[in-house]
């Protein structure tokens, strides 16, 4: 076979190696992705009402995103909208996207041949008689090309358990603007009641001040009146606050800035839903869909390759070859030689122990996100029913009899049988009522996205605290047993 020949096969090969590994493109990491999760059914709009399907936006929505986020703000939010901005807009996903891009380079470079090296050296003989005489080498990595296909295996694994957890990003992302969101309608609920309560005692005060006018109220409750106008106030402004930080904890959720800030909510937490959860079904669903265990799973897979790599490596002996050719000055002679390392000393020994320590080190955390899972989707659960159950027992029976207890109470310090201290008091239960109500419904909602997340393979949700115990003790329930005016 000529040369010319030879080069008819192998230059095709070499384009092929050279282009086939080279689609490397945040599209392409974004479509794998989606794939991915639609694949595995990672998708939270499972549960009817739980919002809309999680994929990540591609790259030329994240280009558009200024003509795609005004559309979104440019009407109230509910908790989809939230999601929906924080895939487009929020920059920490994208940057999980070019960490895959990462990988999956590396990926590429593990499977690429080895380069040949070509020497070639110049000689000037004494003689003058004597031409000048050349010597030309090639030589190949042998060892490096028999490796290829396990170092490919090991880039493989690895790029696979990065695709798994940027899957987990784009969970966790959606997951943290939902609750972000959840928090500021909570903080807004609360706000409204002192707004509320802040009304109610300024009625009263200007009620108390026209009956002090005409001598029917003595300067102790008008100063009780006021003092009770001014807390309130206070409490007011502290319901501001606590919005305003949740409210820039859902801009950074959703990556929101500028003018984008000034976006408003469609409304209130809704009441909890009246669906049961099972918690066999639950747990089993949880470990299944688990993409954190699918994650160490593919480490786990990637390092036990990388110490299938390290031993090979440690046995075989570097072998290298290749031809060579002299010009003596009047014709080309031509050879061949292959080059033999002994693997006598440095086997891998370092590399093969790492290695197989990684593995363990996997397998020790593989049983304990096992173990973790399991518990925070029997936990989430509990957090549901409790809250559920607190939530519509404050719904339906607390907060209507705080309202009546109000009622009766004002009718009866008009009729003077009651004091002002009592009013007040019952008017700031009624408010702690509806307080402890939005947090246990904050609660609530808190762990449906939680159990959605943990169901949809999500991260174990780090965000559920501790169970709100609320401000409605029976203590001080009764009313028209105090002095009268």
């Given at each position: 076979m000529n040369l010319s020949r030879k080069a008819q096969y192998i230059l095709p090969l070499a384009v092929a190696l050279v282009t086939g590994c080279s689609s490397s493109t945040v599209a392409t990491d974004v479509r794998d992705v989606n794939a991915f999760l639609a694949a595995q059914g990672r998708n939270i709009g499972q549960r009817p009402g739980a919002g809309s399907a999680i994929s990540m936006p591609t790259e030329d929505a994240w280009e558009n995103d200024g003509a795609e986020a005004p559309r979104i703000l440019a009407k109230p939010l509910t908790a989809d909208d939230a999601v929906k901005l924080a895939l487009v807009q929020n920059r920490e996903l994208r940057a999980s996207m070019y960490e895959l891009g990462i990988a999956r380079g590396q990926a590429v470079q593990a499977g690429l041949l080895p380069n040949p090296e070509i020497e070639i050296s110049l000689r000037a003989p004494q003689d003058p008689f004597q031409r000048l005489q050349a010597d030309i080498g090639f030589e190949y990595d042998l060892s490096a090309l028999i490796l290829v296909p396990l170092r490919k295996g090991v880039a493989d694994a690895e790029l696979e358990a990065t695709r798994v957890r940027v899957a987990r990003d784009?969970?966790?992302?959606?997951?943290?603007?939902?609750?972000?969101?959840?928090?500021?309608?909570?903080?807004?609920?609360?706000l409204d009641l002192q707004k509320r309560a802040f009304d109610a005692f300024q009625a009263g005060y200007a009620a108390a001040e026209e009956l002090h006018r005409v001598g029917n109220l003595p300067d102790a409750d008008l100063a009780i009146h006021r003092a009770a106008v001014e807390a309130s106030r206070i409490d007011v402004a502290e319901a501001e606050n606590a919005l305003l930080d949740a409210r820039e904890r859902f801009n950074v959720a959703a990556g929101l800035s500028g003018q984008q800030v000034t976006w408003t909510i469609a409304g209130p937490l809704p009441p909890p839903e009246d669906m049961p959860v099972d918690a066999v079904v639950t747990e089993k669903k949880a470990i299944t869909a688990s993409l954190e265990l699918a994650e160490i799973g593919r480490r786990m897979e990637a390092a036990a390759k990388r110490v299938g790599l390290h031993r090979t490596q440690g046995v075989m002996p570097h072998v290298s070859g290749g031809f060579h050719g002299e010009q003596d000055g009047?014709?080309?002679?031509?050879?061949?030689?292959?080059?033999?390392?002994?693997?006598?000393?440095?086997?891998?020994?370092?590399?093969?122990?790492?290695?197989?320590?990684?593995?363990?080190?996997?397998?020790?955390?593989?049983?304990?996100?096992?173990?973790?899972?399991?518990?925070?989707?029997?936990?989430?659960?509990?957090?549901?029913?409790?809250?559920?159950?607190?939530?519509?027992?404050?719904?339906?029976?607390?907060?209507?009899?705080?309202?009546?207890?109000?009622?009766?109470?004002?009718?009866?310090?008009?009729?003077m049988h009651v004091s002002v201290f009592q009013v007040l008091d019952v008017q700031r239960r009624v408010t702690e009522t509806g307080i402890a109500y939005t947090e246990t419904l904050l609660d609530y909602w808190k762990a449906r996205a939680s159990l959605d997340q943990i169901l949809a393979g999500g991260a174990r949700p780090r965000a559920l605290g501790a169970v709100s115990t609320g401000h409605t003790s029976s203590a001080g329930m009764d009313v028209g047993s105090g002095a009268g005016h």
């Open positions: 784009v969970l966790e992302t959606a997951f943290q603007a939902r609750l972000a969101f959840y928090d500021v309608q909570a903080r807004q609920a609360v009047i014709s080309w002679e031509l050879g061949g030689h292959v080059t033999v390392g002994l693997p006598i000393f440095d086997r891998a020994q370092g590399r093969i122990i790492s290695a197989k320590s990684e593995l363990g080190a996997l397998r020790e955390r593989y049983v304990a996100a096992a173990i973790g899972v399991r518990s925070s989707a029997r936990m989430t659960q509990n957090r549901i029913e409790s809250a559920g159950k607190r939530a519509r027992h404050y719904q339906q029976a607390l907060l209507p009899a705080r309202e009546k207890a109000l009622a009766e109470t004002l009718l009866q310090y008009n009729a």
